[in-house]
């Protein structure tokens, strides 16, 4: 049973660019909730994805979108990267009637 | 908006020495409650977890917890620590059945001399 994974693990990109990361759930998981994770400190909460609609958002601009595929998938987008936003991107799934979530290994992106 | 505090930010220990790390958190309403682990290298995992009941958790890897109310405090404890239990840890609360949206503290980074 695969746990929660992510791709691409490492990503630089450049000030101003555009950036995807993707996540698949946990096997039977409905939900994807996304973090951010900057250095020395705690994941913070970007939004959460459940029937494919963003179902919660945190304190983050709109540069930051999601999207929830019928397969549960989910995407994290960043358009006009900032330095500010070189951090580990981690997702997390869950049932939405559960309350535990399983994380995945994250994607470490550096923008330069 | 609920925070969380982790009073140390890093703690080294000796091998069979005892551990405690502090948390609190500032929601009054009702809470639930994680502990996470982060090895090096390695992805989050749940340590712990505390929804109702005993206010006393058992976790894996001889983990516990004690959630006191009237101190707003999930303070982790090890009777013995080994060299393997060096990692981050994160305490983390969500206000809810919704497990996707949870609030972490900093992490305390454990070193646990051999």
């Known amino acids: 049973d695969a746990g929660v994974t992510q791709s691409p693990t490492h990503l630089i990109k450049t000030r101003g660019q555009q950036v995807t990361l993707r996540c698949s759930p946990k096997?039977?998981?409905?939900?994807v909730s996304w973090y951010q994770q900057a250095l020395g400190q705690g994941p913070q909460f970007i939004f959460q994805y459940y029937e494919e609609e963003e179902r919660q958002r945190g304190n983050f601009p709109d540069r930051f979108s999601g999207h929830q595929f019928p397969n549960y998938s989910s995407e994290l987008n960043v358009n006009a990267l900032l330095l500010g936003d070189s951090a580990l991107y981690l997702c997390?799934?869950?049932?939405?009637?559960?309350?535990?979530?399983?994380f995945g290994q994250g994607t470490r992106l550096t923008v330069v | 908006a609920q925070s969380v505090s982790q009073h140390n930010h890093h703690v080294i220990l000796s091998e069979a020495a005892s551990l405690e790390l502090g948390c609190n958190y500032s929601?009054?309403?009702?809470?639930?409650l994680f502990w996470y682990v982060q090895y090096p290298g390695q992805h989050l995992q749940l340590l712990l977890k505390y929804f109702s009941g005993d206010p006393l958790v058992k976790g894996i890897k001889g983990f516990e917890a004690e959630f006191i109310k009237s101190k707003f405090s999930f303070n982790l404890r090890k009777p013995s620590v080994q060299w393997s239990d060096t990692a981050e840890y994160f305490c983390a609360v969500n206000l809810n059945t919704n497990a996707g949206k949870s609030t972490f503290g900093d992490g305390t980074t454990l070193t646990v001399k051999p």
């Open positions: 096997s039977g998981h409905d939900t």
């Open positions: 997390a799934s869950s049932l939405i009637a559960n309350t535990e979530a399983f």
């Open positions: 929601y009054g309403g009702t809470v639930n």
